[in-house]
């Protein structure tokens, strides 16, 4: 069985150091990438409060053979399954292959609701070999929920993940 409740009372940076251990932990000798994403998943669950979406789009291919975001694993409501690259949030994360830390979702021009509750959003590119290959997506019911301090954590799991997933 894996413990890992983080104390509610931990500082943001300390809460990603610790996150970062566990999927460490979690994913150093397992080669695959569903398992891999879909503990991850849970685990951003677990250590970030007040969330209402967190998991993965993968880079996969439009019936065109053209790259396009497909839905990964996650905790959260069902989400739209496929999000063409530069669309919504996920997109431009990989178009910029840039972080996008999102105070208000209403304002970010052409955001996807997938679940209409969200406020406030962070998406940060997984990149293997200077190449996107995901991105991982934290969604929050509460406006203006994500710091720089949630998106360098997120980025810290990005690099640990890259080439394991
Ligand atoms: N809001 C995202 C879509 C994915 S869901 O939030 C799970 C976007 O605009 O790309």
Sequence with gaps: MFDYKPD???????????????????TQSESDAVAN??????????????LNWAGFYRIGENADGAEELVLGPFVGRPACIRIPIGAGVCG???????TQLV?????????????AASRSEVVVPVIRDGKVIAVIDLDSPEPARFTQEDAEGVERLAAL????I
């Design 92 to 98: 431009a994360a990989v178009s910029e292959a840039k």
């Design 103 to 115: 105070e208000d979702v209403h304002a970010f021009p052409g955001h996807i609701a997938c679940d």
């Design 8 to 26: 509610a009372s931990l500082d943001t940076p300390e809460r990603y150091r610790q996150l970062c251990g566990a999927a460490d932990a979690l």
């Design 161 to 164: 993940l890259s080439a394991r």
């Design 37 to 50: 994403m879909a503990n991850v998943a849970a685990l951003i669950w677990e250590f970030v409060p007040d």
